[in-house]
C-alpha cells in the first residue's frame, strides 16, 4: 500500500498488515536496518512528553534539535511523522527506499549510514526498539539543559527566549480560561454583566481578558475550558 503524505515516505503500508506470528527471534531495528529489509515503524505515546513536546517538523526542532541530532535524524523523524498523520497506529517503511530519499547508503552493515541514522535516534531518546519494530516519538521533548549547554551561545540565547515566550503564552492561555470560568459562574449565580466585568478587573485582570472571558462566558454551546477539570 502506498503512502501519500505532504512529504511522502517511499513504500510504507499499515502495521498490522506484518506478519502476526513470526517463527523467528526477532532482530534489533539496526539489525533489520543492516539486513536492508523492510522495517516496522511503531507509535510511541508519552504520557509526560507529549503534551508539552514538539512535533518533529516544527521550528522549535529545526532551530534547536537540529544541533544535537544531526540533520539526518531529524529529516528521518520528520518523514515518519508525515507517515504517523497518515497511519497513526504504525506502518512499515521500506529500508533501501527510505535511505536513498535522506541521500544515504543502506549498506549491510550496523555501521552503515542508515543504520547510524536509526542508531542514533535510539541513543537521544526519540525511538525505541518495540518488539519487530521500532517505536518512535510523535513529539519530541524539550532540550535538557545538558543538551542546550552544547550549543552555540546565539542558539543558547534563543532557546531560553522561546522558553520564556512559551511560558507567558501558556500562563496568559491560563488566565484566559480562568477568567472564562469565573466569569461563566458569577453570570449563572445571577451576577449582571456589568457586576461581573467588574469583579474580574478587580482580580487584575486585563480589560482584554475580561472582555474575552464575557463573550465566552455568553455562549451557552461553548463547554467549559480544559483548566476548569
Known amino acids: 500500500m502506498s503512502l501519500t503524505v505532504p512529504h511522502p515516505l517511499p ?11 513470526p517463527v523467528a527471534t526477532p532482530a534489533s531495528p539496526v539489525e533489520e536496518v543492516a539486513a536492508d529489509t523492510t522495517l516496522i515503524i511503531l507509535p510511541w505515546p508519552d504520557p509526560v ?3 508539552v513536546g ?4 516544527s521550528p522549535y526542532v529545526e532551530q534547536f534539535w537540529l544541533g544535537v541530532l544531526g540533520p539526518t535524524t531529524v529529516w528521518l523523524l520528520r518523514r515518519l511523522a508525515s507517515g504517523f498523520d497518515a497511519y497513526p497506529d504504525g506502518f ?3 529500508v533501501i527506499e527510505t535511505a536513498a530519499a535522506l541521500g544515504l547508503a543502506a549498506t549491510a552493515s550496523r555501521n552503515g549510514p ?3 541514522t536509526v542508531s542514533r535516534c535510539v541513543q537521544f531518546g526519540m525511538a525505541h526498539e518495540s518488539g519487530w519494530g521500532l517505536a518512535v516519538r510523535r513529539r519530541l521533548p524539550p532540550l535538557s539543559h545538558r543538551q542546550c549547554m552544547k550549543l552555540p551561545t546565539v542558539v543558547q540565547e534563543a532557546h531560553r527566549a522561546w522558553l520564556s515566550a512559551d511560558t ?11 477568567a472564562e470560568i469565573i466569569a461563566r459562574t458569577l453570570l449563572e449565580l ?5 457586576q461581573t466585568t467588574r469583579h474580574l478587573l478587580a482580580l487584575g485582570l486585563s480589560a482584554d481578558v475580561c472582555d474575552e472571558a464575557m463573550a465566552a462566558a455568553r455562549r451557552p454551546d461553548r463547554p467549559l475550558p480544559l483548566d476548569a477539570a
Do not use: C, N
Not at 514538539?54 to 517538523?57: H, S, T
Not at 507567558?168 to 480562568?178: D, L, P, T, Y
Open 190 to 194: 445571577g451576577d449582571d454583566p456589568d
Open 168 to 178: 507567558m503564552e501558556h500562563r496568559a492561555s491560563e488566565q484566559r480560561a480562568r
Open 92 to 94: 512499515e517503511i521500506d
Open 114 to 116: 542508515f543504520a547510524r
Open 11 to 21: 513504500v510504507a503500508t499499515p502495521a498490522s498488515l506484518a506478519p502476526a506470528s
Open 54 to 57: 514538539y512535533d518533529p517538523r
Open 49 to 51: 512528553v507529549d503534551p
